[in-house]
């Protein structure tokens, strides 16, 4: 099992703390939307340093699971957690890959986010653009 880190489009997104899920939006059977409120520490490594409270919107496609738990009552269970500070990662099993599916974890201050889906992508969200769009 590989663990490897992913870069969201403002660059590096490190500690639990850095995360707030502010809203999950389940559009279909496999498709799901989570909007996150992200905070700069110092773990994270953004592209651009003055950002400090930033809206990011994940979209994940062909969602074969979604798992939402809280984490301090499953921090034993956290898949690859101790090996790397990311709050975004994927694990990468020959299983799953090569059925061209992603197993994603994202950790955030109160809960972790399990998914196995075809693909997944994030977008910045702006100050005039609404989460609910």
Known sequence: MEIKDIITSIGFIGGRDAIIIEHINIVDTRTIEVYVNVWNNSLCDFFDNSMSDINL???FNGVMKFQLYDYEMFEN???????????IREIVKPTYSSKGLHHIIIDAYDDVME???TEFHNELITDNKQQTD
């Open 77 to 87: 269970n956290i898949k690859g957690k101790g090996q790397t500070v990311s709050s």
């Open 57 to 59: 919107k994940f979209v």
């Open 115 to 117: 998914l196995l889906c």
